[in-house]
């Protein structure tokens, strides 16, 4: 039982500027003030941000909805950005990133979060998660945005993708954004159809929004698609070529779109997310690409064999090294480290990057050839 109210945690931060100054002038360790105001409450830090679960909801079958209220060191979000959340599982600190699916006014966050089956973080979160626990989030990251103009919306999610689309959905209708726009969600079955009373009403009460959904291994009913993402699904869509296009989703499927667009022949840019870096590219010169290479790591002094199919960050890692990272998703670049020699290939776009002095992403950048890093 917390020995504080939390609206007192969320109004603390004038008490606390004599605990960072000593802090700041090393007289006191911050994981000692940390320490000291956990006990009094568990979401209380000095400058980390922990958020109190005020409720849980399933939007699918296998997706729920988290809202979450922040302590006062929250610097504060828009939706269609990402959000890290830590957690310790089994001694083990986790970290996974979410979309934004509501920022509120009065300081609440909604995220939404998809069971990974087999995976170490969704499970516990959907299962065991209860309302009145503590997470830590780190800050808010993501460009997307919802487009200038009046030109109309196309809004692409596949699976989970739909989490970064719809709070910037909710925001669009509710400031009275009156272009037309189309939202396709794909999923494999009518149980991942996510936020679907919601997205009904506002299709009902929107004369401009329209949601269909697409179905890759269930049968589609009248009036839904039937498939993967193909250009044939768009059909309908009045006025595709002057529409502003998001799409959001795993790496394969927004590789699709980006075809698809490039196809297009127009000149305003999609914006898009992928949600995992895909596998290393057959691409051309991606031969030499499966034989093992040096990884020198400069400033931890350790050379170890790199392999030429998996991300630097988790190799990093395998080997004791504990590099900045957030989103491990290629998006917020808390991962840039310096390439000092050698040569490293893009996971998503298979492009060999050998400059050196060049920023690297280490989530996103397998070893090529041997190399050394600033790390
Ligand atoms: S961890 Fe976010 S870009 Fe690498």
Known sequence: MPLLPFALVRASAPWLRPLRALVTRNWMRESDADALLAALHPAWRLNRVFARVE????????????????????????VGQHVQLYL???????????????????????????????????????EQLAVGQVLELGS?????????????VVLLAAGSGITALIGL?????????DAPIDLLHY???????????????LQQRHGNFRVRWAFSDAPAAEGELRGRFSSEHL??????????????????????VQRWWDGMGVNTALQYEAFTAPDLRQSEGAGSASAPVKVGFARSQQTVQGDPRRALLEQAEEHGLRPAHGC????????????????????????????????????????YRDLLLDL
């Open 328 to 367: 491990r998703q290629g998006i917020c670049a808390s991962c840039t480290c310096i390439l000092l020699g050698g040569a490293v290939r893009d996971l998503r776009s298979g492009v060999v990057m050998s400059e050196p002095g060049q920023p690297i992403r280490l989530c996103i950048s397998a070893p």
């Open 55 to 78: 409720s849980r909801r399933w939007v699918a079958d296998d997706m729920l909805a988290l809202t979450l209220r922040p302590n006062g060191n929250w610097r504060g979000a828009r």
């Open 187 to 201: 999923v494999r079955e009518q149980g991942q159809q996510a936020f679907v009373p919601e997205l009904l009403a």
């Open 235 to 256: 059909q309908a869509v009045v006025g595709l070529a002057q529409r502003r296009v998001l799409a959001c989703g795993p790496a394969g499927f927004v590789e699709r």
């Open 169 to 177: 959905l909710r925001g669009a209708l509710a400031q009275g954004y």
């Open 140 to 152: 808010a990251f993501g460009e997307l945005h919802w487009p200038e103009g009046q030109q109309g």
């Open 88 to 126: 310790q599982r089994m001694g083990v600190r986790l970290s996974r990133s979410y979309s934004l699916t509501a920022v509120h006014a009065d300081g609440l966050l909604e995220i939404a979060i998809k069971r990974q089956p087999g995976g170490r973080v969704s499970p516990y979160l959907l």
